[in-house]
């Protein structure tokens, strides 16, 4: 009985016998040959029918396969460098057949699709090999991500979904009912882990965090994943340091395991293979100047708007684009106004103005993919600061306790798994980096 093996592993199987069970991406027929393009999850292959040999019976059978069907076939693996797959270079001679369903009329075909039709067959669209890739390299991101924190000492505590205040905003919360309470989706898990690292000194939370902000732009998602970090006794250089470490990590990982499927998304693996500590730092002084720059030397009437910002202003995209087409790595922007950033971060010392803040934009356009800081520590600063945001104080009594009961300098993070994802990928829309994205306009499925 011929082993039933993954794709992925056809490599070890040359010149054997073996039993691949998957679905029929697509198939093509030259006279008395047919080619099949088989998947199994694991990967992508070849398989090959030529009628003399197969027999009519088979081969007609073969023919009357549609898009999807799931099937069981038998052959032996022949090497072929010409032949397609993930892995590339092999593929099966078809002997024996097993049909377990007989697909008819599948709705995503090898043609041109519009966006909302392929995002209403979400659950379809899964299958096609693009979006099995992206799958695929998200899921390495993620391991990488935990495993370069596990290893630097971290302690991945979980924190809570439902929260009684904003953390970050309360123009971008999503309101329920707790009981006879009112109670909100979690924005970020930060709060919560600057109380965890007082008891374990560096932590990390990794899960869903929601935002009900009204954008439509390919940045944003209303349910994404972040990983967010916590360490005691960081200060901002620290951050930087451990951040482009971490960046680095994440991105030399994925290219090592996962070139062959950012191959298939044909991703220009030579700027990935650029992404190494140092990255470049600048202050968002230097930032504001730089933009007016780009601005001042364009023709361009329309960039001139869009580009168009004064001290104090927060950047949008345009400004990120332009500002980041100057690097070829991620650069580091610190320094914000005060205004523009959560209550929390720690002034810059003589700069009220300014806080100790640090975004992380990715190059090629794909904007900030890390938000940080350094964290207030002294308690009647952190307490000026929630009444200037007029949030209610009794429910950040337990936050500001933090800081009368052994206080230290303290920093954190959080990346977006889909913005990474999005940026390591080089794809357009940050909605095909979740399986089922949820955003302005859609709920389903």
């Known amino acids: ?12 199987y040359v010149d054997q016998k073996v039993t691949i069970k998957g679905w029929l991406y697509n198939s093509t027929r030259k006279g008395k040959l047919m080619f099949l393009r088989l998947r199994d999850g694991s990967g992508m292959t070849q398989g090959v029918a030529f009628r003399p040999e197969v027999g009519d019976e088979l081969f007609e059978e073969l023919k009357r396969l549609g898009q999807e069907s799931s099937v069981m076939i038998t052959g032996t693996v022949r090497e072929n460098n010409r032949a397609p797959g993930l892995p590339r270079g092999y593929e099966i001679g078809v002997e024996q057949l097993e049909v377990v369903q007989n697909v008819a009329d599948y709705p995503i075909t090898p043609k041109d699709h519009g966006v909302e039709f392929l995002m209403d067959n979400r659950h379809l669209w899964l299958r096609s090999s693009q979006q099995w890739a992206i799958m695929r390299i998200r899921t390495t991101i993620k391991r990488a991500i935990i495993d370069f924190l596990d290893n630097e000492g971290f302690l991945n505590i979980d924190t809570p979904i439902i929260t009684p205040a904003a953390a970050e905003g309360t123009s971008t919360l999503f309101e329920l009912g707790y009981f006879d309470e009112k109670a909100y989706l979690a924005q970020t ?42 360490m005691a006794f960081f200060d901002l250089d620290d951050l930087m340091d451990f951040e482009e470490r971490f ?12 070139r062959p499927e950012l191959e298939l998304l044909e991703r220009d693996l030579t700027t990935l293979e650029n992404m190494t500590a140092p990255f470049p730092r600048i202050s968002y002084d230097e930032a504001i100047e730089r933009i007016n720059a780009i601005r001042e030397a364009t023709d361009d009437p329309e960039l001139q708007e869009l580009l168009a910002i004064e001290w104090g202003d927060d950047f949008g995209s345009p400004h990120e684009t ?17 205004q523009v950033k959560a209550f929390y971060m720690e002034p810059w ?14 190059p090629e356009g794909y904007g900030e993919i890390i938000g940080g800081s350094e964290r207030m520590s002294d308690p009647d600063l952190l307490i000026a600061a929630i009444e200037k945001h007029e949030l209610p104080l009794e429910h950040y009594q337990w936050y500001v306790d933090l800081r009368n009961f052994g206080s230290v300098p303290h920093s954190g993070f959080g990346l977006g798994l889909e913005r990474t994802v999005a940026w390591i990928c080089g794809i357009d829309h940050i909605r095909q980096t979740s399986p089922f994205p949820r955003t302005l306009n859609r709920m389903n499925p």
């Open 349 to 362: 010392p003589g700069r009220p103005e300014v806080c100790k803040s640090v975004d992380l934009l990715a």
């Open 247 to 258: 960046v680095e990590y994440i991105v030399q990982t994925t290219l090592s395991q996962r």
């Open 1 to 12: 009985m011929a082993p039933h093996i993954s794709i992925e592993n056809i490599a070890d």
């Open 322 to 338: 332009e500002l980041t087409k100057q690097f070829d790595k991620p650069v580091f922007v610190y320094g914000y106004p005060t």
């Open 189 to 230: 898990g930060q709060l919560y882990n600057e109380a965890n690292i007082m008891a374990f000194g560096k932590v990390y939370c990794f899960g869903p965090t929601f935002r009900a902000e009204k954008s439509k732009t390919r940045r944003h998602l209303t349910e994404f994943w972040m990983v967010e970090p916590e």
